[in-house]
Nanobody, 119 residues
Framework: QVRLVESGGGLVQPGGSLRLSCAAS?????MGWFRQAPGKKREGVAC????????YYRDSVKGRFAISRDNAQNTIYLQMNSLKPEDTAVYYC???????????????WGQGTQVTVSS
């Protein structure tokens, strides 16, 4: 089965940047990032297709976040710039057949990494 391990989270000031990584063991297709803030539902952040590398972003992060994929290493990244306090959440990577915004379509999930944006 697929195993996913996220890393790169931490504490950053508003306007700062972080890069999250998700290393995968096993076969993967499309991969995405979700996040869940305290008291909030988990929401999709970005997704990248398996072959073409097509990317998708939720409106609130467009122009600030960038998802990328290293197929040789079976790893995806989420570069987060101009971070805002509302970006604070646990970030999860997950794998799916094709990119969607529905978490029920994702088959395997990582353990999550905490991102805190605060002064």
């Amino acid at each position: 089965q697929v195993r996913l391990v996220e890393s790169g989270g931490g504490l950053v000031q508003p306007g700062g940047s972080l890069r999250l990584s998700c290393a995968a063991s096993g076969f993967t297709y499309a991969m995405g990032w979700f996040r869940q803030a305290p008291g909030k539902k988990r929401e999709g952040v970005a997704c990248i297709s398996s072959r073409e590398g097509t990317t998708y972003y939720r409106d609130s992060v467009k122009g600030r976040f960038a998802i990328s994929r290293d197929n040789a290493q079976n790893t995806i990244y989420l570069q987060m710039n101009s971070l805002k306090p509302e970006d604070t959440a646990v970030y999860y990577c997950a794998t799916t057949s094709v990119c969607t915004w529905y978490e029920e379509d994702y088959d395997y999930w990582g353990q999550g990494t905490q991102v805190t944006v605060s002064s």
